[in-house]
């Protein structure tokens, strides 16, 4: 029993991060742009047929596909920034909404005419590795996503904290009428922040791509997956999606193991309410989100 | 001029008479030319349930081209996708009859199928129900149902019937099992009927735990790894497709080799799609179902003309289904010789046809609308592909036991 514990326990962390994973780029635009990306379960779409194809047709490793993903999607969200969402920055919240999810539909219509309803489920060795210590099994994608989701946050951290750009982006998150008056490029900022976060959806999408299967019907439940990550670990925060995502992880395993595995997104969903009634803001998010 | 030919008997009197005939026989001819029908078709042609719905679109695509070379019918088929959503099944069922379509095929989804015989049974226009196992599909009085597919209950205990005939041939049978299935309108019915039916099958083998889990489920590890610490030596499953992929992926990882992997009512073992994807995992699971009958005399020709037609698609439970679901529909407006619904309807009731290309008996529904002599097939995945092990007079090959481990693979 106990061994039992341990594996749901340590599947619940990697799945957790998985999900922190995929929820980094929602909150990374949000915390500078103040935007909420009702596309962004999309873009992580995108990201998974990347992986998805480039396996199939390469065979390439996960990490080299996410990398790749992470590139196009960048240029596709710089471009979006400037073409659509920064005419849309600050314009009231309802509009934006519309506009994202105006997006949304777009992006799942585009993947729908290209690649087809069908769920294409991996054919990647990967998703079915796991190495061993002593008697517990570790899933190797879901270990190699964690892993990723912790180096990036780390890395996106540090470069926010210590490079002249990141301290540009956080100026422009702090005050954006501020930034604008001392002279920082406040529009080219959102733009690379708005690349960065979709990247980070691309590249999320990419690296699951073992764990779960491509369809463009994904696209709703990672938005929402997205949402309920962030706003349990407080919007804006990378810790906070970290946090909130490994919440979420364990509560799902734990609740299959204990109750029924067929409630355990009910209970993601009664944690939420449980975080909207005692802390609005999450775990991690700064007063006001 | 003396008439030469006999009394009465004129050129004129040929010629009228040949007239006479010919009239006479032709508005007979043109009654006996069955009518064109407008037939609509309701699947899960996107979403989750895509894999099999889309099978079910080229079975009845493919069973209209035939049923017009074998009934003379040309069939008008109008397509509606339920985007794999129960609820859609009103909306598309409602469509296709506005658009004029007489008689309804579908749904797959248990769900799906009850949503859409609401419309059904409002505008009195029958609905063949090609594959959907739910009980509930024809016990809730629908009146303009008719289902070609058994109920989940018929379906579980046939398949346990054959299940325990062959565990007897087997050296060290499994000696318990953990039940995974879905928590939806099939998954719950089919669990059910699973608990009813080993009861009565009387199967030597000892249930351990039964294992709900959510139809949208993006993982299924702790499901399996509850499974596994039941201490149960095999797996009965109730999955669709995508689910079955999962379940075999994670006991691949958690290291479980379950004797046997049976799925007596569900997808998986006869998809396409769950050899692309497992590979060399894939063989070894069973499961019945209504499957073609590789001895029919027309499986042959009908197998080919599908490969023509759909080059890297196979033929399999759900495209088979939906393909005789259409010949049951030609064979009806041929003898109810209209398109009207409630001429369809009428001849539906007295339907008693041999399956073209299913493994059934003949074709017959009670006064519930349910068809009387459906059978079931065993299906082992064997070298990627699903080979028929029983009934042993249609069989093509003998079972593997136990299932090779994973990890030998």
């Not at chain 1, 490793?61 to 240029?75: E, K, N, R, S």
Request: net charge positive.
């Amino acid at each position: 029993m106990a061994l039992l514990w341990a594996n749901v326990i340590l599947s619940g962390v990697l799945m957790g991060l998985v999900y922190g994973l995929i929820a980094l780029g929602l909150t990374i635009i949000f915390g500078v742009i103040r935007v909420v990306n009702f596309a962004h379960g999309a873009l992580v779409v995108f990201g998974l047929y990347v992986g998805y194809f480039t396996g199939l047709w390469w065979g390439m490793p996960t990490i080299v596909a996410a990398l790749i993903a992470g590139a196009l999607m960048f240029v596709l969200g710089y471009c979006l920034e400037i073409l659509i969402v920064k005419r849309f920055v600050t314009r009231p919240h309802h509009v934006q909404f519309i506009v994202f999810i105006g997006l949304s539909l777009l992006f799942t219509g585009v993947q729908l005419i290209s690649f087809g309803p069908d769920p294409r489920p991996s054919v990647s060795q990967l998703s079915f590795e796991t190495i061993t210590f002593g008697s517990i099994r570790v899933d190797l994608a879901r270990l190699q996503a964690a892993g990723a989701t912790t180096v990036l946050i780390l890395a996106l951290a540090a470069f926010l904290k210590y490079s002249s750009f990141g301290r540009f982006i956080r100026a422009a998150a702090d005050n954006r009428l501020g930034g604008l008056i001392v002279g920082i490029p406040i529009p080219r900022i959102y733009a690379i922040t708005f690349g960065i976060g979709t990247a980070c959806a691309g590249f999320s999408g990419a690296l699951i791509s073992p764990l779960f299967d491509a369809q463009p019907y994904l696209a709703v439940d990672f938005t929402l997956l997205a949402f309920v990550t962030v706003i349990v670990g407080g919007l804006g925060s990378f810790v906070g999606a970290l946090i909130g995502g490994l919440t979420i992880g364990v509560t799902e395993a734990v609740a299959a193991l204990l109750i029924a595995p067929s409630m355990k997104t009910a209970f993601s969903y009664g944690l939420l309410i449980l975080v909207l009634i005692l802390r609005p803001r999450g775990f991690f998010g700064a007063k006001g989100t | 001029m003396r008439n030469v030919t006999g009394k009465g008997l004129t050129r004129r009197t040929v010629l009228g008479g040949s007239f006479g005939l010919a009239a006479g026989l032709m508005p007979w001819r043109a009654d006996a030319a069955p009518p064109n029908v407008k037939v609509g078709s309701i699947m899960p042609s996107s979403g989750v349930l895509a894999f099999p719905g889309q099978s079910c679109v080229r079975g009845i695509d493919l069973g209209a081209r035939f049923a017009k070379d074998r009934f003379g019918v040309e069939i008008e088929i109008v397509h509606a996708d339920t985007q794999s959503k129960p609820e859609n099944g009103r909306i598309a069922a409602d469509s296709l009859i506005r658009q004029g379509c007489t008689v309804l095929i579908g749904a797959w989804d248990s769900g799906a199928t009850i949503s859409a015989l609401q419309a059904a049974e409002a505008a009195r226009v029958p609905m063949v129900v090609h594959i959907a196992s739910a009980t509930q599909v024809t016990s809730q009085g629908f009146t303009q149902v008719f289902r070609f597919y058994p109920t989940s209950l018929t379906v579980v205990r046939k398949s346990l019937v054959e299940f325990k005939t062959m565990l007897a041939g087997l050296d060290k049978p499994p000696q318990s099992a953990a039940v995974l299935h879905l928590n939806n309108t099939m998954g719950q019915s089919t669990a059910a009927s699973i608990d009813q039916a080993w009861k009565e099958a009387d199967v030597p083998v000892k249930i351990t735990e039964y294992i709900p889990y959510d139809e949208k489920a993006r993982d299924l590890s702790v499901e399996v790894a509850k499974a596994k610490a039941s201490g149960a030596d095999s797996l009965i499953s109730v999955t669709r497709v995508n689910d079955a992929i999962m379940v075999t992926r994670e006991c691949v990882k958690q290291g479980w080799n379950p004797r046997i992997i049976f799925t007596p009512n569900g997808n998986g073992v006869q998809d396409k799609a769950y050899y692309e994807a497992l590979g060399k995992y894939a063989d070894g699971a069973l499961a019945s179902t209504m499957y073609y009958n590789p001895r029919a005399p027309d499986t042959e020709a009908i197998i080919k003309k599908f490969e023509t037609d759909y080059p890297n698609q196979w033929l399999d439970a759900n495209s088979g289904c939906a393909f005789e679901a259409v010949q049951i529909v030609a064979d009806a407006v041929v003898r109810a010789n209209s398109s009207a619904s409630a001429d369809i309807h009428a001849a539906l009731k007295q339907t008693d046809m041999t399956p073209i290309l299913m493994n059934s008996g003949r074709i017959k529904f009670d006064e519930n609308g349910q068809n009387i002599n459906s059978a079931i097939t065993l299906l082992q995945a064997q070298k990627g592909k699903p080979r028929v092990i029983a009934p042993l007079d249609i069989a093509e090959a003998s079972i593997q036991y136990p299932i090779q481990p994973f990890e030998a693979r």
